[in-house]
């Protein structure tokens, strides 16, 4: 997942994180290339989002937590939250790379 390097953060960018953000997780390549495929074969009426997998690490954030009840329940992911999510860039290499066969 390249782009999402990081070497130094910005001091004056972390101390408003690590005041204002309520958690932190760590999303791995597998995820994020799960999150991709999700968003380019998106469910029901959609619409479809090409992305990178850079892009997609906040939906493949969102996906873990959904999906383990201890996160959902401290993140308050039910039936009345809203979430949004900015996928930052589109699509960069060809997604085909690590499409699941057919």
């Known amino acids: 997942m390249s782009m999402l390097e990081c070497y130094q953060p910005s001091l004056l960018a972390w101390r408003i994180l690590a005041a204002t953000a309520h958690a932190f997780m760590t999303v791995d390549e597998e995820m ?10 998106p469910a ?3 619409p479809r989002i090409l992305s990178s997998e850079s892009g997609a690490a906040g939906v493949a954030g969102l996906l873990h937590a959904a999906a383990e009840p201890a996160m959902r329940s401290a993140f308050g992911l039910n039936q009345h939250a809203r979430v949004l999510l900015i996928v930052s860039e589109g699509a960069g290499e060809p997604i085909e790379q690590f499409r699941e066969p057919m």
């Open 44 to 46: 029901g009426g959609d």
């Open 32 to 41: 994020a290339q799960a999150a991709v495929l999700r968003l380019e074969r």
